[in-house]
């Protein structure tokens, strides 16, 4: 892509939160993540990322 702007920006802010239950050793964690900023270098573009997310464990 030489000359031309990369179509994605290569920095990102985000937020995330996340909620634990644990029972003797055992746990169980779901989470999720969210951008805050447009890492879209298009116009009319809007690129925000995104995720999910499941654990479960053991702590010994």
């Known amino acids: 892509m ?3 702007k990369a179509p994605l920006k290569a920095f990102e802010a985000g937020v995330g ?3 634990a ?5 055992f746990f169980v ?3 999720a ?3 805050l900023n447009n890492l879209s270098n298009l116009e009319k573009t809007n690129v925000k990322t995104s995720d999910f ?6 702590r010994f």
């Open 33 to 35: 993540d969210f951008g």
């Open 17 to 19: 939160v996340s909620a």
């Open 53 to 58: 997310h499941i654990g479960v464990g053991y």
């Open 21 to 25: 239950l644990e029972y003797n050793k």
């Open 29 to 31: 964690r779901v989470g």
């Open 2 to 4: 030489e000359g031309s």
